[in-house]
């Protein structure tokens, strides 16, 4: 993580034992958003892809950029845009000094950040992004060479969680009870359980004596680190009980999505641009990208020629 020199005071304690910062809220905010995106992250595998010796080229549909061949998931989140500074702006912003809290590897060391942005056609490798602002603290105006794209931040954030916490939720984390516990189900229930039990237990409930009303409940699954409470058994067997072709699964990545809204920054929350860029680093390459778990769009795109039209230049 870095900071603006003025944005500290350091001039609170006569040892500098300690400083002040301007924003206190938004250092808090952002170690937390750190630690808890790092502590997702943590949980994914360590994926490292060699680059093949050079064989007979074939043209490749999509090229995946260097620094994507390279990502250390397991890297602090913020460390992945360090570079930023020296590649990706095409008109440069103000240069502020930062103060570096920690760093893994050296910076020299670090592939040069190539941002691919959304777009997969052309030669992504070439262009790099640019921020143009930022409305109604958002929406973020992003331009990629012809291309310029409106981005939900909201939308864009809760997409990389919950691609995050799915890839996560690969392997299910089951919970043991302190106590067992007995819940009782309706007539309606039953049935649902019954045959969605198997199931059920594949994603963490562990059940002991099941009867027509009543089981014993032994773990239950997690989801973002929290446990359920026992009550979601309930809202599962709802959910499954609401159609025929609804399965646990389904229930589950709603279960995430949910969690992913809950986490992700909000709309008409004030980003820093250093944050924006750091989202967006984070974005580029990702083809998942176009919606939110939801279904909702995260980026909406505009070519000049479109505006050009708007404008009538072109025809
Ligand atoms: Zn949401």
Not at 192 to 214: C, P, Q
Not at 235 to 259: C, H, T, Y
Request: proline share 6%; hydrophobic share 40%.
């Amino acid at each position: 993580m870095s900071i603006a020199y003025a944005e500290v005071d350091v001039n609170v304690h006569p040892a500098k034992l300690e400083v002040r910062f301007t924003d206190e809220q938004r250092v808090s905010r952002s170690v937390v958003v750190a630690c808890s995106e790092a502590l997702i992250r943590s949980y994914i595998p360590t994926i490292e892809i060699r680059r093949e010796e050079p064989v007979e080229k074939t043209t490749p549909v999509f090229t995946i950029p260097e620094e994507a061949q390279q990502v250390n998931l397991r890297a602090p989140i913020m460390q992945q845009s360090t570079s930023l500074h020296e590649s990706s702006y095409t008109s440069a912003p103000p240069r502020v000094p930062t103060y570096r809290l920690s760093t893994r590897e050296p910076e020299e060391e670090r592939p040069r950040s190539i941002p691919v942005f959304l777009t997969k056609s052309a030669d992504p490798l070439t262009e790099p992004f640019h921020i143009v602002g930022c409305a109604f603290d958002t929406y973020w105006y992003v331009q990629q060479g012809e291309n310029v794209y409106c981005i939900d931040q909201h939308a864009a954030h809760e997409r990389l969680l919950y691609d995050a916490l799915m890839a996560r939720s690969a392997a299910i984390i089951s919970q043991a009870l302190f106590l067992p516990e007995d819940v009782r189900l309706l007539p309606t229930e039953s049935d649902v359980f019954f045959a969605n039990k198997t199931e059920l237990e594949r994603f963490g409930f562990v059940f002991s004596d099941a009867s027509e009303t009543s089981v014993t409940l032994l773990a239950v699954p997690q989801i973002n680190g929290t446990a359920l409470k026992t009550a979601f058994l309930h809202d599962v067997l709802e959910f499954l009980s609401g159609s025929e072709e609804a399965r646990p699964n389904d229930w589950f990545r709603d279960a995430i999505a949910q969690s992913a809204c809950k986490h992700a920054v909000k709309a008409g929350e004030r980003l820093s641009h250093d944050e924006i860029q750091q989202l967006l680093e984070r974005l580029t390459g990702q083809d998942s990208l176009l919606t939110c778990p939801h279904g909702r769009p995260v980026a909406i795109r505009f070519t000049k020629t479109d505006i050009e039209k708007m404008f009538k230049r072109v025809l």
